[in-house]
C-alpha cells in the first residue's frame, strides 16, 4: 500500500467522519426533539465522541489489514507444521494451517495424524518430514 493511497483513505476518512458527527448532531438536536425525544447534552458529547473513537479505531485497524502481505503458494509454507491427514507411503495428504496439501514424505510413510513439517516443494506438492519437536 502506497503513502498517496494511505492519504488519500486518511483524507476520505476524515470528511466523512466530520459528516456522520454532522449527522449525529442534527438527529440529536433537530429530529428527536421533533418527537418529544430530549437529550442531555452530555449524552449526545457521548454519543459523538464514542463513535469518533470507533471511526479512528476503524481506520487504523483497516490500514494495518491493508498493509499485510499475503503469502501465496507453497513458498511460503516451508517451515510450517501440521498433520498427516492420511497414510503418507511417500505421497498422500497433509493439513497445514488448516488447508489439505498434496505431500510427498522426505524419510519413509507417516502415519495419519503424525505431527510434519515442510522442508520444501516438489512440483505442486509439498515435502514434508515428522516433526522431532513435537
Known sequence: ???SFTLTRLILAIISMAL????VF???RWLLPAFGVNLHVGVVIGVMVGWGLFGTWLFIFTTGILKKKQQIGQTSMVGAEGEAAGKLSPEGMVKIRGELWGAVSEEGDILPDEDVIVTG????KLLVRKNPKR
Open 26 to 28: 442534527a438527529v440529536c
Open 20 to 23: 456522520e458527527q454532522l449527522a
Open 1 to 3: 500500500m502506497t503513502k
Open 121 to 124: 516443494e516438489k512440483g505442486l
